[in-house]
């Protein structure tokens, strides 16, 4: 009896390209029922930058447990909570020369998102969002409506309004100038745009294709924003928390959004945790406006408190680094072996991947890499882009043996060979 397929809806969605039941995690790797080892360049869609069950995290949260801490407190005050905001202020914020404000809005990505929209609608008085070609910020309404992909958006069921798409960098054929064209519609009364409470972005948009915004189209949003005093949010759901190399992926294009939307890694462990993070003069927020029965899981609290000790130094960032090198030499090797394929090399830090101008080649890679116990997925709008996200910590060795697995993959598409289509199975 396959148990899943008779109890879990049609939605799931993974487990259709990676038909197997896994039982155990460590580190980069997972392990199936009949013991087969998968090498993991998927890291939970970002939620894993420290890898599986990594052993400090893991022996902080069983200590906690073990003494019986508290395991959830809405939003009441908890040691965990206070080791949490004591900590992340002490290694990221102070550091950086900030002095945002921590919301705790509930506990996943698009609670972040969510609550950052009702906030700069707020502050503002005003309601119009801007949002960019090919986003991703969530699945509920508000992160909808700032969401680009179509198939996404008509899983809505009603109409998705107050926010207007602009052309992301480099979606207009060169030469373009997408702020210039941003700040006409801004400054032209006839454009039809009311002037925006909010913009909102990603610096690379991981499930829209890894699509890689410049420092100076940042910096240049950011300038635009102030000028018209339009509030800059930054959603760093996926790529922040160390995914480009520094802890926020802004950083090296200089800028401070007025809001930053965190969640995925920021626990460290997988477990649900998302925070909004708004400069102080910001915090309009009258208590309980916006709030959520699990805004408080202190595990959660626990293990992030763990993780930020990743961060008391460059070392870990300077890893992630050369990591990233080795990602972008390997697969502009790739790319440059098997011209006929097409692809060209996308990504910063350790988000990277292959963009195929036949979107069927990505899906193909992605299952002939399964077949040699790869777990890889692919992005954007038409899944052309065969998407590398391996946690942060991957060892130097399984680095190279995944990315062998995909130069072999590539390969074999290239050949003409098909890789095996895969059948959901059960147990």
Not at 282 to 307: I, S
Request: proline content about 5%; hydrophobic content about 40%; overall charge negative.
């Amino acid at each position: 009896m396959d148990i899943f397929e008779q109890h879990e809806s049609a939605v799931r969605s993974y487990c259709r390209s990676w038909p197997t039941v896994f039982q155990k995690a460590k580190g980069d790797h997972l392990w199936d029922e009949a013991g087969t080892q998968y090498l993991d360049f998927f890291a939970g869609a970002g939620a894993l930058n420290y890898g599986h069950n990594p052993e400090p995290l893991k022996r902080a949260l069983l200590d906690y447990i073990e003494n019986d801490g508290v395991t959830h407190s809405l939003d009441t005050h908890t040691t965990a909570k206070a080791a949490f905001l004591e900590r992340l202020h002490e290694v990221v914020l102070e550091p950086r020369g900030m002095d945002h404000k921590v919301m705790f809005p509930g506990p996943t990505g698009t609670n972040a998102v969510e609550a950052a929209l009702k906030l700069a609608r707020k502050v503002t008085g005003r309601d119009t969002v801007v949002s960019f070609t090919n986003a991703f910020h969530g699945m509920t309404l508000g992160s909808l409506a700032i969401t680009g992909n179509s198939m996404k958006r008509q899983g809505a069921g009603v109409p998705l309004g107050n926010a207007i798409s602009m052309p992301y960098d480099s979606f207009l054929e060169e030469p373009s100038d997408s702020i210039g064209y941003l700040e006409s519609f801004i400054e032209d009364g006839g454009s039809g745009m009311e002037l925006p409470a909010l913009v909102i972005l990603e610096t690379v948009q991981a499930e829209g294709g890894i699509n890689v915004a410049s420092f100076g189209w940042l910096q240049r949003l950011s300038e635009l924003c102030k000028r018209h005093g339009i509030l800059l949010a930054v959603d760093d759901i996926q790529v922040g928390c160390g995914r480009t190399g520094p802890f926020f992926s802004f950083e090296p294009a200089g800028i401070t959004p007025d809001i930053i939307c965190l969640s995925k890694s920021l626990s460290g462990y997988g477990l649900p945790l998302a925070v909004t993070l708004m400069r102080p003069d910001l915090d309009v927020w009258a208590p309980g406006e916006h709030n959520g029965t699990f805004r408080g899981h202190n595990p959660a609290f626990v293990t992030a408190t763990a993780a930020l000790d990743n961060w008391t130094s460059d070392d870990f960032s300077d890893e992630v680094k050369v990591k990233s090198q080795v990602v972008g030499e390997r697969l502009t090797e790739i790319a440059g072996a098997h011209p006929e394929m097409k692809a060209t090399v996308r990504g910063r830090g350790l988000i990277q991947g292959l963009a195929f101008e036949d979107p069927s080649h990505a899906s193909r890679i992605a299952r002939a890499c399964f077949e040699e116990h790869l777990l890889i997925e692919t992005a954007g709008p038409d899944g052309e882009v065969l998407k590398l996200l391996p946690p942060l910590t991957v060892t130097e060795e399984h680095l190279e043996q995944g990315l062998d697995i995909v130069a072999g993959a590539v390969e074999k598409i290239a050949a003409g060979v098909e890789a095996t289509e895969p059948e959901e199975v059960g147990r």
